[in-house]
């Protein structure tokens, strides 16, 4: 039986997912308003937590800040962002601070029971509106990085610096660029493959290096961060 932390400041709601999550045979450890209150709990409690539904705007400690400390302090938890929010900033803070999901709340109980079983099972579940929108944002930056990259060497000194301390697409050859870009626009491996007319080994090859030169494992946060 999967433990379940919900954290919201809508008490509707919370009983709401109880009853739901409840009868779809998981235990609710716990019940929160706000980040504090959520940490307070977390300290105090006996029993395992699996998985914690967290808003991210809230009274109090909002969900951002919770979920840096929480996989800071309970690196065990898996974590699903249950919002109504999916704009930019709150997607890629999310996930770059170690969210493990990210749902709409109007996503319906059986997607929500759903993601709460895939996360526990290993698999990163995103809405298909903040999918979306990771690929649109990806997709425009990859592309600018990939015909920018002679330019931006010419005029490197006026370059104008943009909201990234470190972007982790600058190691990348063109060649990986270009297979980022596909990725997030979601295409398989295979499909990769037969756009750019190589093997899927290949491929594989190319997403391994770029795994290994950004230390990041996981094809959605990969996109999420080389967005920032």
């Known amino acids: 039986m999967y433990k379940v932390l919900l954290v919201d400041d809508e008490n509707l709601l919370l009983d709401s997912l109880e009853i739901i999550l409840t009868l779809n045979g998981m235990e609710i450890v716990g019940k929160a308003n706000d980040g504090n209150a959520a940490l307070k709990l977390l300290g105090e409690m006996d029993a395992d937590c699996d998985i914690a539904l967290i808003d991210l705007n809230m009274k109090g400690m909002g969900g951002i800040e919770l ?99 470190y972007d982790i697409s600058q190691d990348f050859t063109n060649r990986e660029k270009e297979i980022c870009s596909l990725m997030a626009e979601g295409l398989t491996n295979r499909q990769i493959a037969d756009r750019m007319y190589i093997s899927e080994g290949t491929v594989k090859n190319y997403i391994s290096n770029i795994y290994d030169k950004t230390g990041i494992h996981d094809r959605v946060k990969l996109i999420v961060e080389l967005k920032r």
């Not at 919002?83 to 109007?106: N, V």
């Open 67 to 165: 979920i840096k400390i929480m996989k800071e302090r309970y690196q065990d938890i898996k974590i699903l962002v249950l919002t109504t929010f999916y704009d930019d900033e709150y997607i890629s803070e999310a996930i770059a601070g170690g969210a493990d999901g990210y749902l709409i709340k109007d996503s319906g109980k059986d997607t929500i029971v759903s993601a709460i079983n895939q996360i526990l099972g290993g698999i990163t579940v995103l809405d298909k509106k903040v999918m979306s929108r990771l690929t649109e944002l990806m997709a425009g930056k990859l592309k600018k990085n990939v015909n920018g990259s002679s330019k931006d060497n010419e005029n490197c000194n006026n370059a104008e610096p943009d909201n990234l301390s």
